[in-house]
């Protein structure tokens, strides 16, 4: 028996065996090598198309002419700069490996076994991993027109219940809660239950009634606010993202965190991106149109489309979602399955620049009609 086919004999913790890992979109790189097709489009990781601004691109540039050096652990100038752009105190910001790792230091820091989280069906997939890998127990609320039902979930909640999360908007179904709803729920949350308002998407959000939970952190201690600079402000490949809270959670979470998790040059180009208001704008304009595009194009194909607030849309399509997207794959359009998200049939796809929108919608298409 060679090396690499002898046994393997430790034996992972039970919640880390049990667990089923979290699956990224497939890269463009991998598809074009797996069938042999170039100038592929990747609609499926909800990536700004635009990439970061200039400023981004300029202070990552700058940062990575010292890359011999660790970066700043406590990320100082990096929380100064987000407790400003929030009207915050720079001791409620902890910052992450992206806003998955804020995540992760939640349930590490507030949940162990013998105690219960509570999250929407059809919610992100990070949740659950993060919970489950504590061995913490998940309990999962049913999903009302594929977003949070806040009765369903209220419905969950025991002595034992220490973390609830919520996404707003949604991934993967783009559904939102409006504030009155939403800010109730969390009043009706025991003072000793964390609640998680994840709002990775907000930023793209123009709807008036649309909560930013920024706003009710002076008034709920057991609020924690997670944001992303993966999104609109195109910095996904940097991995940067951050937590707003009490002070007093985000020093329990700090306990946690692992010394220079985020490195320098992403540091230095989230500090820029920050401030690139017209990037964000640009960004934020483009979205909108592509979303319209997509929708307008997948309902002319007689396809029901989630309505989303995001920058995906998630449409049924009437069928298991498994070969539609083989086919799609061999087109060179890379979208995102959700069937393991219990949506057997539903498809997500990225809103991308207007002509890879244009080619998504005729490759799906040709597919549906094959």
Request: one cysteine or more; aromatic letters at 6%.
């Amino acid at each position: 028996m060679s090396r690499t086919e002898s046994a393997f004999h430790p034996s992972p913790a039970p919640q880390i065996a049990a667990l089923n890992p979290y699956v990224p979109g497939k890269p463009i790189s991998e598809l074009e090598r797996e069938l042999g097709i170039r100038e592929s489009v990747k609609l499926a990781s909800n990536e700004n198309p635009l990439g970061p601004g200039d400023k981004a691109r300029a202070a990552y540039a700058q940062a990575a002419m010292d890359l011999g050096r660790y970066p700043d652990g406590g990320g100082f100038a990096l929380r100064q700069a987000i407790a400003r752009h929030h009207g915050v105190d720079a001791g409620m910001v902890t910052i992450g490996n992206g806003s998955n790792d804020v995540l992760d230091m939640v349930a590490r820091t507030f949940l162990h076994p013998g105690r219960e989280s509570v999250f929407s069906q059809h919610a992100f997939a990070v949740y659950p991993i993060a919970i489950q890998a504590v061995g913490a127990t998940p309990r999962i609320a049913p999903a009302r027109d594929y977003g949070h039902d806040l009765d369903a979930m209220a419905a969950l909640i025991n002595d034992k219940t220490d973390v609830v999360w919520i996404a707003n908007p949604n991934n993967p179904t783009g559904t939102w809660l409006t504030a009155a709803p939403l800010k109730d729920f969390i009043a009706s949350l025991p003072k000793t239950c964390i609640c998680v308002l994840d709002e990775a998407y907000i930023e793209y959000v123009s709807d008036p009634d649309f909560p930013n939970g920024v706003d009710w952190l002076a008034d709920f201690p057991n609020l924690i606010i997670t944001r992303t600079f993966s999104k609109i402000h195109g910095l996904a490949a940097l991995r940067v993202g951050y937590s707003l809270s009490h002070p007093q959670a985000a020093e329990l979470m700090n306990r946690v965190r692992h010394p220079f998790n985020v490195n320098a040059p992403a540091q230095a180009a989230a500090i820029a991106a920050l401030d690139d208001a017209p990037h964000i704008a640009r960004s934020a304009e483009l979205n909108r149109a592509g979303l319209a595009q997509l929708s307008a194009g997948l309902q002319a194909l007689g396809l029901a489309v989630i309505p989303s607030l995001g920058n995906f849309v998630t449409v049924d399509l009437g069928r298991p979602v498994g070969p539609v997207d083989q086919a799609l794959l061999r087109e060179g359009v890379i979208c995102r399955p959700v069937a393991n998200y219990g949506l057997p049939n539903h498809l997500r796809i990225s809103i991308g620049l207007e002509a890879e929108n244009a080619r998504c919608l005729a490759a799906l298409e040709k597919v549906l009609a094959a």
